[in-house]
C-alpha cells in the first residue's frame, strides 16, 4: 500500500517542481472578465514571447507539469479497481464475476458517453478567455450532467437487460448480483461523467494537480468504504459499487466549487471593505465577494452546439474503436483458454508500459490546443487591425483613429529587443500621421500593437510545431524504453499476473511482438492527441475507423493462422495506420493545419 501511495504522491510532487512560474495557462483564466489581460503586465511577458531555448525550456516544463499529475491520476483509477477486485474476491467466484460484468456494462457506457465530451472539452477550453471560456466551460457541465442522468436511469430501469447484453442472462447466477451492482453504481453516474468533463477541462487551463487532490481524496473515501459495505453492512459486491459511487461525489463536487469559484468575477458592487479588530488601525481589508456572471445566451447556444458537433463526431471515433479492439478480443477467445489469458495479461501489461505515453498525450493535447486557439484569436486580430487601419486612412492628416487592439487577441504593443525583437509596451492608435509624436507611454523605437499580434503569432506557430515535436519523440522514447525494460523483466512480470505455467509460457512466447506493438502504439498516443488538439475531429475519426477496419480485416482474411500472433500483428497495423493517418494529415497542412504555414495576415 506504500507503494502505491508514493506511486501517486510522487508524481505530483514532480509536476510541482516541474511547474513554469511565468506560465500563461497557470494564471487565472478570467482575468480579462475584470479588466486585466493575463498578458498585458509590462513586467512579465508571455512566453510565447521568451527567446527560443527559454521558450521551449517553459513549454517542456508545463508538457511536464501536466502530464505527471495525469499519470498519478489514471494510475489511481487502476489501484482502485485492483482494491476493489482484492476485497470482492473474498466473496468467491460469482460475486467476482458478477462484478466484472458490471464494471464492464459501466466502463463501455463511460467510453461511449463520456469521451466524447472529456477528449472535446480539454480542445474547446485551452487558450480562451472570458465569456468564450466560461461559455464553453458551462455547457460542457449542462451536457455532461443531462448524459449522466440520463445512464442513471437507463441503469436503473433496464439493469437486467444491460448485464444480460454483457454475458449474465436470467437465471444466470451472476445476474442478480451484477444488476444490483450496476443500480448502485448508477448512481454515481452523473458525477462520474462530471469528473470526467472536468478533468477535461482542467488539463485545458493548464492545471491537473486540483483534479489529483480532489481523485485522492475520492480514492481515500473508496478504500475506507469498501470493506465496510461490502462486509459489515453484507452488500457484497454491491458495496463496493456503493463506495465508488460515494467516492464520485466527493471527488467531483470540491471539484466542481472550486472550478467555479475559479471562473468567477469579483463583484462590480463590492468593493474591498475594512474588517474591524484585524490587526493594523482600521482593520484589514476583505477581498470582495466573487459572483459567477452568465456569458450572454448566443456565446451558451454556440459553445452548445460546438460540443455537440466535436461530441457527436468522437462519438463516433469511439464506436470504431470499441469495434476493432473488441473483435481483436473476440478473435483471441476463440483460439481457446491458454490462448485468451494469455492475451488478457498482455494486453493488461501492455496498457501499463504506454500509460506514461497516454499522460504525455493528454499534456501534448492541451498545450497544441492552447496554442492554435491564441494563433486563431491572434489572426482575427490582426485582420481586424488591418480593417480598423483602412477604414481610418482618409483621416490620418488629422489623426483621427481609433484605437488598435479590437479583437479577441493578446493587446499590447513591443518594444524592439536585441534577442527577440519584443518587450511589453503600449498599444499604438493607427490612423497617426507619420510625423506625429508618439502617444503618452509608449517609447521611441515600440513596434505598433498589430505587429506585436504578427510577432506572437509566429510564435504561436512554432510553439505549436514544438509541442508536436516533442510529444512523438516522447512518446516514442518511453514506449521503447519501457518495452525494454518489460523485455528484460519479462519473466517476473509475467509470473506476478498468472500462476499458469501454460499461460506463462503462450505469454513470454508472444512477448516481443507485443512489446514491438506497444511501441507503436506508444507512437499512436501522440499521433492522435495531435489531431485532437488541432481540433481536427472529423480526421481523427476517419484515422480511427481506417484503422479498426483493417484491424478486422486483416483478422477476417482466410491467410491468417488464426494464432495469438496473428491477433498481435493485426494490432500492431491498427497501431501503425493510425500513426501514418494522423501524420499524413497533419503534413498536408490542410484544413485546421494551415496554421503551419506562414499565414497572409502575417507577412
Not at 508514493?6 to 509536476?15: R, S
Not at 498585458?40 to 512566453?47: D, I, N
Not at 489501484?79 to 476493489?84: A, I, K, Q, W, Y
Not at 468522437?314 to 479492439?325: A, E, F, P, Q, S
Request: aromatic share 4%.
Amino acid at each position: 500500500m506504500s507503494a502505491a501511495v508514493a506511486l501517486l504522491i510522487v508524481p505530483a510532487l514532480l509536476a510541482h517542481a516541474c511547474a513554469p512560474p511565468n506560465a500563461a495557462s497557470l494564471r487565472p483564466a478570467l482575468q480579462s472578465r475584470t479588466g486585466a489581460h493575463p498578458r498585458a503586465s509590462a513586467a512579465e511577458p508571455p512566453p510565447s514571447l521568451f527567446p527560443p531555448p527559454a521558450r521551449w525550456q517553459a513549454l517542456d516544463r508545463e508538457l511536464g507539469a501536466i502530464a505527471l499529475p495525469s499519470l498519478a491520476a489514471l494510475s489511481c483509477e487502476n489501484l482502485l479497481s485492483l482494491v476493489d477486485t482484492l476485497y470482492i474476491g473474498r466473496l468467491g467466484a460469482v460475486q467476482l464475476g458478477a462484478a466484472g460484468v458490471g464494471i464492464a456494462a459501466t466502463y463501455s457506457f463511460a467510453k461511449l458517453f463520456g469521451d466524447p465530451l472529456t477528449k472535446t472539452s480539454t480542445s474547446l477550453v485551452a487558450g480562451r478567455e472570458g465569456d468564450a471560456l466560461l461559455s464553453s466551460v458551462l455547457a460542457a457541465l449542462a451536457l455532461a450532467l443531462l448524459l449522466g442522468l440520463a445512464q442513471s436511469t437507463a441503469f436503473l430501469l433496464f439493469a437486467p437487460r444491460i448485464v444480460g447484453g454483457f454475458g449474465a442472462a436470467p437465471g444466470s447466477p451472476l445476474a442478480g448480483p451484477a444488476a444490483d451492482y450496476l443500480r448502485l453504481r448508477s448512481l454515481g453516474a452523473p458525477a462520474v461523467t462530471l469528473l470526467l468533463v472536468m478533468q477535461g477541462i482542467y488539463r485545458g487551463l493548464g492545471d491537473t494537480l486540483t483534479p489529483l487532490a480532489c481523485t485522492l481524496a475520492g480514492a481515500a473515501v473508496n478504500a475506507v468504504l469498501d470493506p465496510i459495505l461490502i462486509f459489515k453492512f453484507g452488500l457484497g459486491c454491491g458495496g463496493a459499487a456503493a463506495a465508488t459511487a460515494v467516492a464520485n461525489y466527493v471527488s467531483a463536487i470540491p471539484l466542481l466549487i472550486l472550478l467555479l469559484r475559479r471562473l468567477s468575477a469579483p463583484a462590480k458592487d463590492d468593493g474591498p471593505q475594512d474588517v474591524p479588530g484585524a490587526g493594523a488601525p482600521g482593520g484589514a481589508l476583505r477581498s470582495p465577494a466573487r459572483r459567477l456572471v452568465l456569458p450572454p445566451a448566443a456565446s451558451l447556444r454556440a459553445a452548445a452546439g460546438g460540443y455537440v458537433a466535436a461530441g457527436g463526431t468522437i462519438y463516433l471515433r469511439t464506436v470504431g474503436k470499441l469495434w476493432g479492439y473488441s473483435f481483436a478480443a473476440r478473435r483471441a477467445a476463440s483460439l481457446g483458454p491458454i490462448p485468451a489469458a494469455a492475451y488478457a495479461l498482455t494486453f493488461q501489461l501492455g496498457v501499463a508500459t504506454t500509460q506514461l505515453c497516454e499522460a504525455v498525450s493528454l499534456a501534448m493535447q492541451a498545450l497544441l490546443s492552447r496554442e492554435l486557439n491564441q494563433h486563431a484569436a491572434l489572426q482575427d486580430r490582426i485582420r481586424g487591425a488591418k480593417g480598423e487601419g483602412a477604414g481610418a486612412a482618409a483621416g490620418a492628416g488629422a489623426g483621427v483613429g481609433t484605437a488598435a487592439g479590437t479583437g479577441a487577441g493578446p493587446k499590447f504593443g513591443l518594444d524592439a529587443g536585441p534577442e527577440t525583437g519584443a518587450g511589453v509596451g503600449a498599444a499604438v492608435p493607427p490612423g497617426r500621421g507619420a510625423a506625429a509624436p508618439p502617444p503618452e507611454g509608449r517609447r521611441p523605437g515600440m513596434v505598433p500593437a498589430p505587429a506585436a499580434a504578427v510577432i506572437e503569432a509566429a510564435a504561436c506557430r512554432a510553439n505549436a510545431r514544438h509541442v508536436l515535436r516533442r510529444g512523438l519523440l516522447l512518446g516514442l522514447g518511453l514506449a521503447t524504453a519501457l518495452s525494454l525494460i518489460t523485455w528484460a523483466f519479462r519473466g517476473m512480470a509475467v509470473g506476478a499476473l498468472t500462476s499458469s505455467a501454460e499461460v506463462r509460457a503462450a505469454a513470454v512466447a508472444v512477448m516481443p511482438l507485443v512489446l514491438v506493438t506497444q511501441v507503436i502504439k506508444g507512437l499512436a498516443y501522440p499521433s492522435n492527441a495531435m489531431l485532437m488538439g488541432g481540433s481536427d475531429w472529423l480526421a481523427s475519426t476517419l484515422a480511427m475507423w481506417a484503422s479498426s477496419a483493417l484491424l478486422v480485416r486483416l483478422l477476417s482474411s482466410p491467410t491468417s493462422g488464426s494464432g495469438l500472433m496473428d491477433v498481435w500483428a493485426a494490432l500492431a497495423a491498427c497501431f501503425a495506420m493510425q500513426v501514418v493517418t494522423a501524420l499524413g494529415r497533419v503534413a498536408s497542412r490542410t484544413g485546421p493545419w494551415r496554421v503551419l504555414r506562414r499565414q497572409p495576415e502575417e507577412q
